[in-house]
């Protein structure tokens, strides 16, 4: 056919070879270009069954292009046909499982304690069924290629931590363990062996330091309604920092503008480290996945920091001993060995009547420092594990919950009223106007300067 083209032209013979052969070297690189794009259009899969865009989560390609690609992607495992995942697999976060949409991960970490190894991984479920199981699966990269090389399949164990008040879903803690110190680069997981994963969550590894990187960690609860107090959150991290936290850990699911300004004021000087946090169940578990995020923080800074403090913006963990003015000389004072620090909460109303008998700094107003203007609390000083916050060593401490720590064998001491307690701000009822009130300056008295000074300085430096 492509020699009849020219058989009405005048060319020598020769000529009409040339061109005849170099029009069939062009035809046959279109030819394999057009079979490759169709091939890389059907893709391959686990199970050798067709992709359709439903399915496009569970599309498998390599992650790089080598000359021995084809023995590069396949994967050791007792699955057939299970090949290395594209990046599009491995850059997810707030994965469901199954189409049924009924349990989501968001983080996995590698923890080594003693001679066991395991991965711990947090989640969400939905409901409670009597004997959840779910399957494991670890990926670990080939030395040579970098490159996903096998898979190993080890049974979950799951923990459903309390506190999910009635919400449809509620936070889990999926363990899976390993064999061997090896660590894996990625891990799923599914309701049965071989399953097909939606995608796969990359294993984040805190090795261990000779001494932890930093003593105190603040771990907040969710930004939310797009928060916009500025005042409060520069007021939440000064006290704290004077009281003896390194480092910020805030999980963002909606802050406005002046706050991301000054959050990433405290991040450029490596106070402050913001996660974005979008939980897609939001309406359906308590408080935009609290016990979720206290837990993410606990394993996101073992073996980084030495304890972790979980407050909300509300809320501060105050010495009252006249011997101590930060948590280090506390800890010492009550019980340096103990994993669990708990301490009994007391409210502060601050639309209660605080007029103030001494000196008043106008800073005071200027910049809403509302532990410095609100003396009064409630004469009441609540029960432990009854609104109650705490100070957990991140070492011996598994799993964490919103107003205590639970687990066997733990160190658990509720901190005397005489040494701290949690003062909690917050516009108070009108039907506990009337209630027995405690006249308490120790905030004013113990850090009032130092604090006023503090809080002028970030002001001054973000307005530049």
């Known amino acids: 056919m492509i020699c009849s083209v020219f058989s009405d032209f005048k060319m020598k013979n020769a000529e009409k070879k040339l061109l005849v ?24 899969t686990f199970k050798s069954r067709a992709v359709t865009a439903h399915d496009r989560l569970t599309h498998y390609q390599p992650f790089t292009e080598s000359a021995d690609q084809g023995s590069a992607n396949e994967v050791q495992s007792k699955c057939s046909n299970f090949r290395s995942p594209s990046s599009d697999m491995t850059s997810q976060t707030w994965i469901p499982l199954t189409d049924r949409n009924n349990t989501y991960i968001y983080s996995a970490y590698y923890v ?104 105190f960690t603040m771990c907040l609860s969710p930004l939310h309604s797009k928060f916009s107090d500025a005042h409060q959150i520069i007021e939440y991290i ?79 963990i105050i010495p009252h001993s006249d011997q101590t003015n930060n948590w280090s000389d506390m800890v010492e004072q009550v019980n340096d060995t103990g994993d669990v620090y708990l301490f009994r909460n007391t409210f502060f109303g601050t ?42 060593r991140t070492a011996t401490v598994s799993q964490v919950m919103i107003h ?25 009822d009108s039907d506990e106007e009337n209630v027995p009130k405690v006249l308490d300056k120790t905030i004013r008295n113990k850090f009032e300067k130092e604090l006023i000074n503090n809080v002028q300085k970030v002001w001054t430096e973000l307005k530049r």
């Not at 006290?239 to 802050?255: E, H, P, R, W």
């Open 21 to 44: 052969l170099l029009l069939l070297k062009a035809f046959t690189v279109l030819c394999v270009y057009l079979y490759y794009d169709n091939m890389l259009a059907v893709g391959t």
């Open 112 to 215: 080594k304690s003693g001679t066991e190894y395991k991965v711990v991984i947090i989640g969400a479920h939905r409901g409670w069924e009597h004997g959840e199981q779910f399957v494991c699966q670890l990926w670990y990269l080939n030395d040579r290629t970098r490159i996903i090389g096998s898979m190993v399949e080890e049974p979950s164990s799951v923990s459903k931590l309390p506190e999910g008040h009635g919400l449809r879903y509620s936070a889990r803690l999926f363990t899976c363990p390993l064999s061997s110190d090896k660590v894996p680069s990625y891990v799923s997981i599914v309701e049965k062996s071989c399953n097909t994963p939606k995608s796969l969550l990359p294993v984040q590894v805190n090795n261990k330091p000779e001494v932890s990187n930093r003593k």
């Open 238 to 316: 000064e006290l704290n920092v004077i009281l003896g936290a390194d480092k910020f850990v805030i999980y963002n699911y909606s802050m406005a503008e002046n706050v991301a300004e000054v959050l990433k004021y405290y991040s450029r000087k490596g106070i402050v480290e913001v996660h974005e946090w979008k939980p897609p169940i939001v309406d359906e578990i308590h408080y935009f996945g609290q016990v979720m995020v206290l837990n993410d923080c606990l394993y996101r800074n073992k073996n980084k920091s030495e304890y972790i403090v979980c407050t909300d913006l509300d809320e501060f």
């Open 351 to 392: 639309n209660w009547n605080n007029e103030d008998t001494g000196t008043h700094n106008s800073l005071i107003d200027k910049y809403k420092l509302r532990t410095l203007r609100t003396f009064y609390h409630q004469k009441k000083i609540y029960g432990a594990a009854i609104r109650s916050k705490y100070i957990a």
């Open 404 to 428: 205590e720590v639970r687990g066997g064998g733990l160190k658990t001491g509720v901190v005397p009223i005489d040494n701290a307690y949690l003062h909690h701000y917050r516009h108070l």
